[in-house]
């Protein structure tokens, strides 16, 4: 029987209200140490850092790419948290705002698919 891990991961309010409602189904996150050792079916408990409420939700698929360029140019972005009113403004460098270039260069990104348990 195949065994899964979990996983912690801290949330902003906006886009764990987006994950709880089912709006968000794709986590944008460095592929560093911690997010190499995620695999499909793992569990990942999100932690709303305005709150401390806790979600689970299943690993479905992992995305890897070398960087948020990458990304932004093959994954649906509605699915990323983007919403209809700001999805034709988004941009890789967005996501600087929490892992710098240099970051992404040295590790990748990856989009994590999300499923309901």
Not at 8 to 17: A, I, R, T
Not at 24 to 38: C, F, P, Q, S
Not at 42 to 50: A, E, L
Not at 75 to 101: F, H, I, Q
């Amino acid at each position: 029987m195949k065994t899964y891990g979990c996983v912690e991961m801290k949330l902003d309010k906006e886009p764990f209200e987006k994950i709880k409602s089912g709006e968000k189904t794709i986590e944008l996150r460095l592929y560093d140490e911690k997010r190499r050792k995620i695999r499909v079916g793992d569990i990942i408990v999100f932690t709303c850092r305005d709150g401390g409420e806790r979600l689970a939700r299943r690993v479905k698929a992992l995305h890897v790419f070398a960087d948020f360029r990458e990304l932004y140019s093959s994954l649906d972005l509605l699915k990323c948290g983007y919403t209809p009113a700001n999805v034709r403004a988004a941009k890789p460098g967005d996501m600087e705002k929490y892992y710098s270039a240099a970051e992404q260069a040295e590790y990748g990104v990856v989009g994590i698919e999300l499923d309901r348990l």
